[in-house]
């Protein structure tokens, strides 16, 4: 089984750039998630995906982050414009189900590392 | 806040020996889970254990978890170098999980 894709794996840009991340999540997950990991802490969810709907989004910054999951299969996260405290590595997750009382865990993929100067 | 908080936050021991970890939380949840994740990649995830289980077991791992306490453990047996990560709880509540601080795992050979 592939895992999940992300793509770049590393990126630096000047502060008040724009910048696109994308994840191609295991097929056939119906939950994909984008957080953000900014060194020395755990991972924080910026949006959940249930197939092509948007679940929750409470904790994306909406002035300069945006996401999308056209066709409920691949998804890309937008920082515009971007700020320094907006460096992290940035995660993709997929899951089969929705919710969390069912006994399966997420599938990270690798990550973007994301500098901003 | 949802999040679990994972103690010690660091931990340092030698190849051979077993390797525990801690993880708090503070609301009720439907089951948690432990990840690892090593320098610079994608975190894996290891086990999951539901609220009505009190022990689970996964080859040399080990997890503990006590409900009324809000608490959970890992224990990583015989430990090896590769052992070497950062080890994460996350607590499944409503349609989410989230995810603690972390331990810092070092396995000296």
């Known amino acids: 089984e592939a895992g999940v894709a992300q793509s770049p794996r590393y990126k630096i840009i000047e502060k008040r750039q724009s910048v696109a991340f994308w994840c191609n999540p295991i097929s056939g997950h119906a939950t994909l998630y984008w957080y953000q990991q900014i060194l020395g802490q755990g991972p924080k969810l910026l949006i959940q995906f249930q197939n092509n709907g948007v679940v929750d989004d409470s904790q994306l910054p909406k002035d300069r982050f945006s996401a999308e999951r056209l066709k409920g299969v691949d998804s890309t996260l937008k920082i515009q414009p971007a700020k320094l405290e907006d460096s992290a590595v940035y995660l993709c997750?997929?899951?089969?189900?929705?919710?969390?009382?069912?006994?399966?865990?997420?599938?990270f993929g690798s990550g973007t590392r994301l500098t901003v100067v | 806040s949802q999040q679990g908080e994972e103690d010690p936050q660091a931990l340092s021991i030698q190849e051979g020996e077993n390797a525990t970890m801690n993880c708090s939380y503070k609301?009720?949840?439907?089951?948690l889970q432990w990840y690892r994740q090593n320098s610079g990649r994608g975190l894996v995830h290891l086990i999951l254990i539901r609220s009505n289980e009190r022990e689970k077991h996964s080859g040399r791992l080990r997890v503990t978890l006590d409900t009324s306490k809000k608490s959970s453990s890992l224990l990583i047996t015989a430990s090896r170098a590769a052992d070497t990560a950062s080890y994460f709880c996350?607590?499944?509540?409503?349609?989410?999980?989230?995810f603690g601080t972390g331990t810092s795992l070092t396995v000296i050979p």
């Open positions: 997750a997929s899951r089969i189900t929705f919710g969390t009382n069912a006994n399966y865990g997420y599938t």
């Open positions: 609301t009720s949840i439907n089951n």
């Open positions: 996350a607590t499944g509540s409503g349609n989410q999980f989230y």
